[in-house]
């Protein structure tokens, strides 16, 4: 019963949260206000599967959640700075970083 319950609560947090995140990269314009919400997809897949492992245990199909939450959460950073470099010299050209700040080296 308790164990239902728990299920039910992490699939719920985890779906809600998955729609969030294709809620606004539908709504937002640009390609860098549409990054912001990719990063929290990675904890959603966490929650959906942690909601797996408590219903299940650790068997072969938990296993497998927990290890495609775990590249989530590994890899949506990474992809978002790639995919927001890449923006970023599609709409200017170059990356144009910036000289450090302060004083300078001799």
């Known amino acids: 019963m308790l164990g239902d319950v728990v299920v039910a609560g992490l699939l719920i947090a ?19 206000d549409r990054l912001h919400y990719t990063g929290p997809a990675g ?3 966490l ?12 068997s072969l199909i938990a296993n497998k959640g927990l290890l495609v939450a775990a590249f989530f959460l590994v890899t949506t950073p990474l992809l ?4 927001a470099r890449a923006a ?18 001799p």
Do not use: N
């Open 14 to 32: 985890g779906v809600a949260l998955e729609l969030f995140c294709v809620l606004g990269v539908a709504v937002m314009r640009g390609p860098l």
């Open 43 to 45: 904890v959603g897949a």
């Open 47 to 58: 929650l959906i599967a942690g909601a797996i492992l408590a219903r299940e245990g650790f």
């Open 80 to 83: 978002t700075h790639i995919t």
């Open 88 to 105: 970023r010299l599609r709409e200017r050209g170059q990356l144009d970083i910036p000289p450090p700040e302060g004083p300078a080296e």
